[in-house]
């Protein structure tokens, strides 16, 4: 085969393969992906049985563990909205009031039920310490 | 202190932005008279940076080691009674202290940069240090307009809040600095590659002169993502090495780049091609390093690494701009000096191996991009935020990290140029028997079978390690026909010889291993939740888990509530310990919920582990505070009563001691009247030969990065030549065959 030729070929196999997996990333994304939302917007659309994955804010007094069930609100960031969660699986250890989470949640009636082991918390290297009190 | 401290970053942007002027100016002048002048005063401008950014970081350091907590950063980020060795590395863990460690670690490199290659690139290297320069201009802007690390409380605080808990861990202390030299040291060929483009000079030599800053910079990111991994497996209680998260991927991105980078600059120092890639790659690997950095500052993606609330994302975006704006237009104005006449003449050769094994990491890094921010994506084709979790990452990654370990099997062992087949079948033929046994071994005598990439990956990596040990041995046999010298003498005089080949050999021998650990505990980990009591007991991967004990432990830092666990399998009996320490809430006011403050304050896990060549038993427990809620809101009511009635020191030692032996006592509850605590177990092979894998790599990384004997370059072209000679009469032979 011809040098020129051979290059062609090459080059349309390569772009070929580059096509294919642009379209599988594409397709495989929007198909596996969970739908982002804040409590006020889970609040407010979450259909029953649908998966999301929820961030926000660990609402104060709202921690509660039942065997091993972890009952919690989690809070918009700027907001006062929450909605309840109930949780089961490894909880991280810098699980607490006011820490920023994200949980796989599914709406199950007034109450949405977390994925296990799919709760994170911010890294503690990236919380904002609160400054101290001078006494 | 402070006020010098500030002084000294204003100092050093000053001078950063004169070093940019007179580096320009340098630039526009020429190499020689008053050109060279300006260039030489612009790279001792970087020199005077990294001396004032030096002391800057220096007085950081001290105030952190004396607990002066004046400085709003030491009060917020250490106390009286963190640990020295957490003192002096608290600094990084917090915003600006970490911006002060980048730019001073920049300034760092940019000076041995300028010192061992800013002389030989005469022309590009004015440009070089405008570009490293302008860094610096923006970090310091930032550190002296937005994150100011020598900001003063109005009143010092008597104690800080202490470092916290989960970064107590030595692993942690050195993550970050490893990382950012890593994403600094990637600067310096970003910076020499947008000379060579500026200035037309894009030949070999930038890459020559650099090729040493990008090892060193892919060496010591490799360390610090794996230092982050080590922590996350042995200290933040999921038990998992890697999540994915959008933080971690972008310290990965630059990682898989750069990698391809040291790779492909073989092929255009060897072979003259590969220029537009190259300089793309090296200039991609750059944004990417940034692009890391943005991420964890900006807050425009989900992720547990991100600074809440931080101000620093749109400064960080309108850098990225102008390097992704600049970048392209560098490559694209001057894609007719890149052209290379050199063309690829075999598919069986290195370079061609090189070139796929680039197409596939750059494949990969575009995959992982592709899903950490697909949040935004989505967003902006949607309307509403999207984001993948790891199955996702794991259905490309898989096939992409198959690919790149068969690739490091073959590629060293083909030719350059123009391998025959004959050669390549000799060259292969054992390391590809040895894969074939191993697949066949574990397929007939264990249940490896069942997870058929695992399965896959086993083979490939024992085609690699096949590899490397008959170079190995090919090399000291070679070298004792020369020289004649005892087999070890022979294969040290080869290693010390050709560091940069047989580093790298180690390297891939140090991945493979890496791969076989990935795989074996992705594919065969056991885990298990379970709520136990003491004399209970679980299984797992069959053994028996018995919940020996409880334990309680009340020290001057933290409450450690825990567990002795026994685990048996065939007579063997493992003990592991797990506690979970309870530190003080230090946010609270001296009076604050006087008992229950020691309980609610930062916990941390200290994971019950037992690590072995075959598999790790890894426990950690969560202690439930749930029984102990009504005592401790009684305490905490009876003590705020008490601190009523303190009037003198002597009532205030009283109620101290009251109070501790009250907290004592709580702590101790769970030793005489234990309740049900949770545990995660798992069990999972091989995860040691991840470590392993990584110290292989550390020091095969090690090995080429040292410095080459005298003399060692030309006995290498030597050995090249006897090569090239053996296969041009493997040619021949096979020609006259055929005729």
Redesign the interface.
């Known amino acids: 085969m011809d040098?020129a030729r051979k290059?062609t070929l090459r080059l349309g196999v390569?772009l070929t393969a580059?096509l294919l997996?642009a379209g599988a990333?594409i397709y495989?994304?929007?198909t596996?992906?969970?739908?982002?939302k804040t409590p006020s917007e889970l609040a407010a659309s979450a259909l029953p049985g649908r998966s999301y994955?929820l961030?926000g804010r660990v609402a104060a007094g709202s921690v509660?563990?039942e065997?091993?069930t972890l009952l919690f609100s989690v809070q918009d960031r700027k907001g006062s909205a929450s909605v309840p969660v109930s949780y089961?699986?490894?909880?991280?250890?810098?699980f607490?009031v006011g820490r920023?989470v994200?949980v796989?949640v599914r709406r199950e009636g007034d109450r949405f039920v977390g994925a296990p082991?799919s709760l994170?918390?911010?890294?503690?290297?990236?919380?904002?310490?609160?400054?101290?009190?001078?006494? | 202190m402070a006020t010098t401290g500030r002084a000294l970053l204003i100092l050093a942007l000053a001078c950063s932005l004169y070093g940019i002027g007179a580096c320009l100016a340098g630039a526009r002048l020429g190499v020689t008279g008053r050109g060279a002048a300006w260039a030489a005063s612009g790279r001792r401008a970087v020199w005077v940076l990294a001396g004032l950014l030096t002391l800057a970081f220096a007085i950081l350091e001290i105030a952190f080691l004396r607990s002066d907590f004046s400085f709003a950063i030491v009060a917020s980020h250490s106390s009286l009674t963190t640990p020295t060795f957490y003192k002096a590395t608290a600094a990084w863990s917090s915003q600006e202290g970490s911006l002060l460690l980048w730019v001073w670690l920049l300034s760092v490199w940019s000076s041995v940069a300028l010192i061992t290659v800013g002389r030989r690139l005469k022309e590009i290297a004015p440009i070089a240090t405008a570009v490293l320069l302008a860094f610096s201009v923006f970090f310091l802007g930032l550190l002296v307009f937005a994150a100011q690390p020598f900001a003063q409380l109005a009143a010092a605080a008597s104690d800080g809040t202490g470092l916290n808990p989960l970064l107590r861990h030595p692993s942690m202390m050195f993550h970050p600095p490893m990382l950012y030299s890593g994403y600094t040291l990637f600067a310096v060929p970003f910076a020499f590659a947008v000379g060579a483009l500026v200035t037309r000079q894009v030949g070999a030599e930038w890459i020559r002169a650099t090729r040493r800053f990008a090892l060193a910079a892919w060496f010591f990111l490799g360390i610090g993502i794996l230092l982050g991994a080590r922590w996350s497996y042995t200290e933040l209680g999921w038990g998992g090495y890697w999540g994915w998260d959008a933080v971690e991927n972008a310290s990965l991105l630059p990682w898989l780049t750069g990698t391809a980078f040291i790779h492909s600059i073989m092929v255009q120092e060897k072979r003259g091609m590969l220029k537009v890639w190259n300089a793309s790659l090296v200039l991609t690997t750059g944004i990417l390093a940034i692009m890391g950095t943005f991420l964890v500052r900006s807050g425009i993606l989900d992720s547990i690494h991100a600074f809440g609330a931080s101000t620093l994302g749109a400064p960080f975006l309108i850098l990225l701009g102008l390097m992704i704006g600049g970048s392209v237009y560098l490559v694209v104005s001057r894609r007719a000096s890149l052209r290379t006449d050199y063309r690829l003449e075999s598919l069986v050769s290195r370079e061609a191996i090189f070139l796929v094994q680039n197409l596939v990491l750059a494949g990969l890094a575009f995959a992982i991009w592709w899903g950490t921010f697909f949040p935004l994506i989505s967003e902006a084709l949607t309307g509403t935020r999207h984001s993948l979790g790891p199955p996702w990452f794991d259905r490309y990654t898989v096939p992409f990290a198959l690919l790149l370990v068969l690739l490091a099997g073959v590629g060293p062992l083909l030719a350059w140029r123009r391998a025959t087949w004959a050669s390549a079948r000799r060259s292969l033929a054992v390391p590809v028997g040895i894969g074939v046994a191993t697949l066949v071994l574990l397929v007939v005598g264990t249940d490896a079978g069942r997870k058929p990439l695992a399965l896959i990956m086993f083979g490939l990596a024992a085609v690699v390690l096949g590899g490397v040990a008959q170079e190995l041995v090919r090399g000291t046999r070679a070298r004792r026909a020369m020289s004649g010298e005892a087999p070890p003498a022979a294969l040290l005089s080869l290693v010390r010889r050709n560091r940069r080949r047989y580093g790298g050999y180690t390297v891939h021998a140090g991945m493979a291993l890496l791969f076989v650990g990935v795989a074996a505990s992705s594919a065969f980990q056991h885990t298990s939740e379970v709520s136990l009591k003491p004399g209970q007991h679980t299984r797992i991967d069959g053994y028996t888990v018995t919940f020996v004990r409880p334990t309680a432990a009340v020290g001057s830092e933290k409450i450690s509530l825990g567990a002795v666990l026994d685990l048996a399998r065939g007579g063997h009996v493992t003990r592991l310990r797990t506690t979970r320490g309870f530190y003080p809430d230090t946010t609270l006011g001296p009076f604050q919920a006087p008992v229950s403050r020691f309980f609610t304050g930062e916990p941390t896990s200290e994971v019950g582990l037992q690590a072995g060549f075959t598999r790790d038993k890894w426990v950690d427990i969560d202690v439930s505070l749930g029984p102990l809620q009504r005592q401790l809101a009684f305490r905490d009511r009876q003590f705020q009563a008490a601190t009523r009635v303190v009037r003198s020191p002597r009532q205030l030692t009283a109620f101290v001691d009251a109070r501790n032996a009250v907290v004592g006592g709580l702590a101790r509850t769970w030793v005489t009247h234990p309740w049900a605590a949770n545990f995660h177990l798992i069990v999972s092979p091989m995860v040691s030969w991840i470590w392993l894998g990584g110290i292989v790599v550390f020091l095969g990384g090690l090995l080429a990065l040292w410095p080459a004997p005298r003399g060692a370059p030309r006995r290498a072209a030597a050995g090249y030549r006897a090569r090239l000679g053996r296969e041009l009469a493997d040619v021949a032979s096979a020609r006259t065959a055929g005729t």
Not at chain 1, 32 to 36: D, F, M
Not at chain 1, 88 to 94: A, H, K, N, R
Request: aromatic share 6%.
């Open positions: 040098p290059r390569a580059a997996l990333l495989t994304s929007f596996a992906s969970t739908e982002a994955e961030t509660h563990q065997g091993r089961t699986g490894e909880v991280p250890d810098p607490r920023e994200i796989q082991d994170t918390t911010k890294c503690p290297s990236k919380f904002k310490a609160a400054p101290p009190k001078a006494y």
